[in-house]
């Protein structure tokens, strides 16, 4: 699965994804993290209406090995979260960027989402 890196989203050094869809952004952790966590056995979400902060913690994501802290790629407002999870956090495992998305975000500022790395920039970080 390494090397499988989606051209068309953004990237922080903490191994989440961003991927912009119209007004929003949405949030997942990328390959790269749920090969190193193993197997997810449990996320915790934000609640609809939370405020997230770029770099700050918004959620955990708990597998078989170790428990990893979520960090918010941009600053926003929660206006979705992957229910799904709930009851079958491993879609984190089996597809990380589509079913197993975390959070769709309404940004405070579109800008945010340019500053995020680019597929190259990220590439390194997964050696």
């Known amino acids: 699965m390494s090397g499988n890196i989606?051209?068309?989203?953004?990237?922080t050094k903490e191994h989440e994804w961003a991927r912009i869809t119209g007004?929003?952004?949405v949030v997942g952790v990328t390959a790269h993290a749920q090969e190193a966590l193993g197997d997810?056995?449990?996320?915790e979400l934000p609640k609809l209406g939370v405020q997230l902060v770029e770099g700050k913690q918004f959620g955990v994501i708990e597998s078989t090995k170790a428990?990893?802290?979520l960090y918010a790629p941009i600053s926003g407002t929660v206006v979705k979260v992957n229910?799904?999870?709930t009851g079958n956090p491993s879609i984190i495992n089996t597809d990380?960027?589509?079913?197993?998305?975390?959070?769709?975000?309404?940004?405070l500022d579109a800008e945010q989402?340019?500053?995020l790395l680019d597929a190259a920039a990220y590439e390194p970080l997964t050696k």
């Not at 989606?6 to 990237?11: A, F, G, S, T």
């Not at 990380?96 to 940004?107: D, F, K, L, Q, T």
Request: proline content about 9%; charged content about 25%.
């Open 67 to 69: 428990v990893s802290d």
């Open 23 to 25: 007004k929003t952004v």
């Open 6 to 11: 989606p051209q068309d989203l953004k990237y």
């Open 113 to 115: 989402v340019g500053k």
């Open 83 to 85: 229910d799904e999870l």
């Open 40 to 43: 997810v056995v449990y996320v």
């Open 96 to 107: 990380p960027y589509g079913a197993g998305w975390i959070v769709e975000v309404e940004p």
